[in-house]
């Protein structure tokens, strides 16, 4: 007998199918799981998932990305009133303007680098 003949059952009506192994967490051939042990594996493994989910989406919110991304704002809106000040009649004003403005701007990357390497 070679080895694939070996790994084969023989019926009494001289049919040949494949032994299985016998595991003890595998159902036997003619074993299946009840209905109710179905329901509550799917219901463990939803849980698992909608757990993962609302982890996932904790880890997405974070203060510090939040102050990050108002101070570009900020910046924004700052470098925007000097460069009015510098287009108008008031040049003078146009330098502290700018200053406040990337003043801000390295808070603001500095909050989201420090989120980032938390």
């Keep these: 007998m070679n080895g694939v003949e070996s790994e084969m059952q023989t019926n009494p009506d ?5 032994a299985l192994p016998s595991e003890p967490g595998c159902p036997q051939p003619g074993q299946t799981d009840t209905p109710d042990d ?3 594996l799917l219901t463990e493994i939803r849980d698992l998932l909608d757990r ?9 919110f ?16 700052t470098a925007l009133w000097g460069l009015a000040a510098l287009l108008g ?21 500095t909050a989201l ?5 938390k």
């Design 38 to 40: 179905t329901v509550t």
């Design 52 to 60: 993962s989910e609302r982890r996932e989406r904790q880890a997405d």
């Design 14 to 18: 001289k049919t040949v199918t494949p």
């Design 62 to 77: 974070s203060l510090l990305r939040l102050a990050g991304s108002l101070l570009q704002m900020l910046a924004v809106a």
């Design 89 to 109: 009649d008031r040049e003078a004003d146009a330098t502290p303007r700018f200053m406040l403005a990337l003043f801000l701007q390295l808070a603001a990357l």
């Design 113 to 117: 680098l420090a989120d980032r390497f």
